[in-house]
């Protein structure tokens, strides 16, 4: 019953700027680490950043000091702040979140959800 719904990708020329969200909703009782991944065309899955429920955060060596992520954990939302965007910055943007459910039924454990994705164009 959570969902993830990501929005704010487009197309940018290079040294552009994008903001991403990634919202939490559902029944939720919290969330502890949430993360950006991105896939481009044939390749593999990578991780671009995460955050901790405390605001601890980690980057990608490939991003570090022009993406940064936040959170806001009263509205249960992410966002991933995309400055100075390069070509090979063009993939497919994925919310990760590790929720637990509101729900007495849930259990008293995180499990991992995943956004459907956003589109992230950077033209040379």
């Known amino acids: 019953q959570v969902q993830l719904v990501e929005s704010g990708g487009g197309l940018v020329q290079a040294g552009g700027s994008l903001r991403l969200s990634c919202a939490a909703s559902g029944s939720i009782f919290s969330i502890n680490d949430m993360g950006w991944y991105r896939q481009a065309p044939g390749k593999q899955r990578e991780l671009v950043a995460t955050?901790?429920?405390?605001?601890?955060?980690n980057y990608a060596d490939s991003v570090r000091g022009r993406f940064t992520v936040s959170r806001d954990n009263a509205k249960n939302t992410a966002y991933l702040q995309m400055n100075r965007l390069k070509p090979e910055d063009t993939a497919v943007y994925f919310c990760?979140?590790?929720?637990?459910?509101?729900?007495?039924?849930?259990?008293?454990?995180?499990?991992?959800?995943w956004g459907q994705g956003t589109q992230v164009s950077v033209s040379s």
């Open positions: 955050i901790t429920s405390g605001g601890i955060t």
């Open positions: 990760n979140a590790d929720v637990r459910s509101g729900s007495l039924l849930g259990g008293p454990f995180h499990r991992p959800y």
